[in-house]
């Protein structure tokens, strides 16, 4: 089942997505009212796609029913029933997720790529860092902005995200997949090259925090305003990723190469802070990033990037 939010006339509501067709929850639940019956299970007066989703939501049990029947019947629905996805303005899936974390160095290659050296799982940990949901967070379709204060070293990170359904703390690996409500797409916007105060004096840190800081521009975590809940991907270490920039591969590799996988990821966390419905973690990003090969984004650039079984954010460039 892949849900979305999107921006109808009356304000955010939620709707089952197919790429031939956006149908909204309500007239999904109406027209299977008329032709098969009422829907069992309760469906909530929300716009929380986490009212939709497993393992807590209410509306989880009549909204798998009705993207079933949706999809079984998308063809035949009246065309009124089905909203264009390219026309329909798809809004962030969690409007404002308590904590937005983010994974660096999750994938080898990416590691080697940059001139670094990729440890075995078992010889290091996760590196984990985060951005202000707020302000990075940017509507699928919306455009990222090239800061005005540093506008030269713009990247690209195409990444798998998972939408936390359930509170937890202390989780295990072995149970943490248990803990999701389903997983989305992120883009890592980040600006390789940012050095405030160019005259300044050296620290010892600097380098971390330059790029640190180069993270948290506004507008710098474009995502999907689609959520594969999680029953529909029982192995989320099996999706191929796909990032093109102006119509040209950029990034082409699985989920399969991640170092740590999702309910590793999971499990460290929840050692720290206790994690809550709706929290965000991007896990990374493999191979192919613009920094490579001195490739960086410029207005008027667009990415497409890709995630299987869940769809394709669509991100255009800007200046700020």
């Known amino acids: 089942m892949r849900l979305c939010r999107f921006q109808s006339a009356s304000g955010p509501s939620v709707g089952f997505y197919d790429e031939r067709g956006v149908v909204p929850l309500t007239a999904a639940a109406e027209r299977y009212d008329a032709e098969v019956g009422r829907v069992q299970g309760e469906l909530p007066a929300s716009a929380d796609l986490l009212d939709y989703l497993p393992p807590t939501g209410p509306g989880f049990g009549a909204a798998r029913t009705l993207a079933d029947w949706v999809a079984a019947n998308l063809d035949r629905l009246p065309p009124a029933l089905k909203l264009d996805p390219a026309a329909t303005h798809l809004l962030v899936p969690v409007p404002r997720p308590n904590k937005l974390f983010l994974l660096a160095g999750n994938y080898a290659d990416h590691i080697r790529e940059g001139g670094g050296v990729a440890a075995e799982r078992a010889e290091t940990f996760p590196y984990v860092f985060l951005k202000p949901p707020s302000t990075t967070l940017t509507d699928p379709g919306r455009p990222i902005q090239v800061p005005r204060t540093a506008p030269d070293a713009v990247d690209w990170e195409l990444e798998l995200a998972v939408v936390i359904g359930r509170r ?70 099996n999706l191929r990723m796909r990032l093109e920039v102006n119509g040209e591969v950029k990034q082409d590799a699985s989920t399969a190469q991640m170092i740590f996988p999702v309910a590793a990821i999971i499990e460290f966390i929840s050692q720290m802070c206790t994690l809550e419905p709706g929290d965000i973690i991007s896990t990374g990003t493999p191979a192919g990033v613009g920094a490579s090969t001195g490739t960086f984004l410029k207005p008027g650039d667009v990415m497409r990037g890709t995630i299987e079984k869940i769809g394709t954010l669509v991100t255009p460039v800007e200046a700020e």
């Not at 890592?188 to 010892?204: A, L």
């Open 168 to 237: 937890c703390k202390h989780v295990r690996e072995a149970d943490a997949l248990g803990h999701v409500a389903g997983y989305t797409i992120v883009n890592d916007i980040s600006q390789r090259k940012y050095r405030p105060n160019p005259g300044r004096k050296p620290r010892e840190r600097d380098k971390f925090f330059d790029w640190l800081h180069g993270k948290w521009f506004d507008s710098f975590c474009p995502i999907s305003g689609v959520v594969a809940s999680v029953d529909s991907i029982p192995d989320p270490q």
